[in-house]
């Protein structure tokens, strides 16, 4: 078992006005084979972990750990972070023009794993992978994410999270713009991912749709920075239904 322990995290901002903090203490631990789900408002500081999680050079820390199985990932690059196990389903996945599906995801695998894998396996695994998420096998030839839909470019970060097979996933705001079905198949995707490869969760979401889908075992409300509330999937049925008002009204 691997655990990724977040510890007194605080992360701030360069501004005009000088260091703007927006995570003010966060506290979490994840297992692997666990998933948390992480909710709260808009501006809450949801996608800053993330971001501050992969290596993001925007976010500055201030204070806190960030420690994989001990080590410090605060002092590995981001390829050091994607190496020991980390991975960032993205928001808003980007475009890269001239970067063809095919050579991007071989060329990241190896990067990962240290050693190129066997061409007849892995051009298998990916066929296999591509169709289980209904993802078009023409895109394999198109650069990446150059002209796909949201939905499509949802699916090929799960693709992604198939193939490289992390300890630790980091998924940001991944259903949103996604229609019923293709958050059906991300979500098959996601859970395929954990059942195959034991790994640790941290969804982050608005909304509890996702979670019909996704069964997280924790559930954290994020509120100005900091963990409001915690407790089992009831918690997010009770987000449902009452919001977040509450917490609001006493940040």
Known sequence: MSTLEIKDLKVGIETEQGLKEILKGVNLTINTGE?????????????????????HPRYIVTEGQILLDGKNVLEMSV??????????????P??????????????????????????????????????????DPDFAARNVNEGFSGGEKKRVEILQLEL???????????DSGLD??????VSEGV???QEQNEMGTLLIT?????LRYIKPDFV?????????????????????????DRYLAKA
């Open 206 to 210: 608005h909304y509890t749709r996702i």
């Open 164 to 174: 490289f097979k992390p300890k630790f996933a980091v998924l940001d705001e991944t």
């Open 79 to 92: 390829d050091e972070r994607a190496k020991a196990g980390l991975f960032l389903a993205m928001q808003y």
């Open 35 to 55: 998933t948390h789900a992480i909710m709260g408002p808009n501006g809450s500081g949801k996608s800053t972990l993330a971001a501050t999680i992969a290596g």
């Open 220 to 244: 954290h409300v994020f509120v100005d920075g900091h963990v409001a509330e915690q407790g089992g999937p009831e918690l997010a049925d009770r987000l449902e239904e009452e919001g977040y």
């Open 191 to 193: 859970n395929r991912a």
């Open 94 to 135: 980007v475009e890269i023009p001239g970067v063809t599906m095919t050579n991007f995801l071989r060329t990241a695998k190896t990067a990962i794993d240290g050693e190129a894998p066997s061409l007849r396996t892995w051009t298998k695994t990916v066929k296999g992978a591509m169709e289980e998420l209904r993802i």
């Open 180 to 185: 019923v079905d293709a958050l059906k198949i």
